[in-house]
């Protein structure tokens, strides 16, 4: 069994899920930061009674600097992270070669520092994208590159198609398996939200005045991270290559608002209720960034199935409806959404 793991990415919200969970177990964890000076009280604030057990390293995605010292004495990786903004950049590398350039550099010091095990935190946008004539997806799908996606998905695609082939060709006897989240939700432990949260945020606080007609696959941060544990646990013949996608259910913005409606009363005074008509989407599309993204979404199903990743990993994902309801009353716990 492993005992000191790197989580990369420790400041992000999946990698610091990532990290919780092994604190709990018992493990101890090296993590990478890009700026130490920055985040590494907030990491320790986090988890006041680790000493020893974390320790922070800085390290860049795109320089060697600190990578070697961050996986010296580890015996499993969880790559988690990677460029994860909001809106679209001009250029589209900016995403790319981060992501792709990260894995591969990740997965070299990993080989270099005798690591037995590496767990990429990949996403369904390798899995479910460029497939206009399906909407069900599974841990066998790509995405296709070919139909030409948006710059996040094809990071993303990218990245876990080069970790497989280095994986493969460069060190045979390490163990690789990725995890295909689909948009995570779940608790949060500080303001600094990712793009999945940040969209439930605006649904309640009201910012999205009207909802789209687009929706969302969801799943739990907690469920996320139990898959990069039990990935890091399991015998390495039922892991071995797999894809692990956590998804539980495809659901439209209007019926996520209307979860939260129900689930949450207390909180919904805020939320929309009436939907934005596809012509004003397109309308205010080339002056609004995150409506650019919308509109290429407007309409489709992706639904990502999950059921593998329960059966081989051998636990039952949180109802989505709970998910939403614990981001709900995390969020406003934490004051992120004021009422
Ligand atoms: P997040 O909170 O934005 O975390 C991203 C992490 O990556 C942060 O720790 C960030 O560090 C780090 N990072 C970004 N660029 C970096 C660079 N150049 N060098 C070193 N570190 C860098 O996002 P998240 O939701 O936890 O996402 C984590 C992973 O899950 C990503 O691989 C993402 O693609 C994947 N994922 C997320 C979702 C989702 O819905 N949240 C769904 C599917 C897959 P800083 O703090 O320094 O910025």
């Given amino acids: 069994m492993a005992v000191t793991v790197l989580v990369t990415g420790g400041t992000g919200y999946i990698g610091g899920e990532v990290i919780d969970q092994l604190l709990a ?28 057990r974390l320790k922070v390293f800085q390290a860049d995605l795109m320089s060697d600097d600190g990578w070697a010292e961050a996986n010296a004495g580890c015996d499993a990786v969880a790559h988690v992270a990677s460029p994860f903004p909001l809106g679209v950049p001009k250029d589209k590398n900016e995403l790319v070669v981060p992501a792709r350039e990260g894995t591969l550099r990740a997965l070299r010091f990993a080989k270099a520092a005798g690591v037995t ?44 198609r080069a970790a497989r082939d280095w994986a493969a060709e460069n060190a045979p006897g390490m ?29 309640i606080d009201g910012s999205i005045p009207l909802l789209p007609n687009m929706g969302i696959s969801v799943c739990d941060v907690r469920d996320v991270g139990k898959a990069h544990v039990l990935a890091i646990e399991a015998p390495a013949d039922r892991i071995r290559g797999e894809r692990f996608p956590t998804a539980t259910k495809f659901m439209w913005i209007s019926e996520m608002a209307e979860a939260v409606r129900r689930r949450t009363p207390e909180f919904a005074s805020n939320v929309a209720t009436k939907q934005m008509p596809d012509w ?59 009422l």
């Fill in 25 to 52: 177990r018992g493990y101890s964890v090296n993590t990478t930061v890009r700026n130490k000076k920055k985040s590494e009280l907030r990491l320790r604030a986090r988890w006041p009674d680790a000493g020893e």
């Fill in 117 to 160: 095990r590496f767990v990429q935190t990949s996403s369904a946008a390798a899995i479910a994208y460029g497939h206009p004539e399906k909407d069900h997806f599974d841990h066998t799908d790509w995405t296709n590159l070919d139909a030409g996606v948006p710059p996040y998905i094809e990071s993303k695609t990218v990245a876990e």
């Fill in 175 to 203: 163990v690789f398996c990725s995890v295909n989240p689909v948009a995570v939700f779940g608790p949060v432990d500080n303001d600094d939200l990712s793009t999945s949260t940040e969209m439930l945020k605006q649904i």
């Fill in 280 to 338: 004003l989407v397109k309308l205010l599309a080339p002056f609004v960034p995150t409506l650019k993204q919308v509109r290429s979404e407007l309409g489709n199903v992706r639904e990502v199935s999950g059921t593998h990743t329960e059966e081989v990993l051998g636990y039952k994902f949180i109802d989505p409806e709970q998910t939403l309801e614990d981001t709900a009353r995390s969020l406003v716990e934490h004051g992120i959404v004021k």
